[in-house]
């Protein structure tokens, strides 16, 4: 994940009170997308149904 970070860590558009790690959020949708994923819907759902095995 620190590799992650360090690459795409400085492109985070959001405010500084963002309730989530942007480098997680670029994961779980790469990762989602090798697993099918086709739009944001389906990027949360998987972030919902893998949560435990992620953290």
């Known amino acids: 994940m620190e590799t ?3 690459v795409f860590g400085h492109l985070d558009p ?3 009170n963002a309730r989530h790690d942007f ?3 670029l ?3 790469f990762a ?7 739009n ?3 990027m949360w759902r998987f972030g919902q149904e893998k949560e435990a095995m992620l953290r």
């Open 14 to 16: 959001r405010d500084q």
């Open 4 to 6: 992650i970070h360090a």
């Open 40 to 42: 944001c819907s389906d």
């Open 27 to 29: 994961f779980i949708a």
């Open 23 to 25: 480098c997680e959020i």
């Open 32 to 38: 989602a997308m090798l697993c099918g994923a086709k």
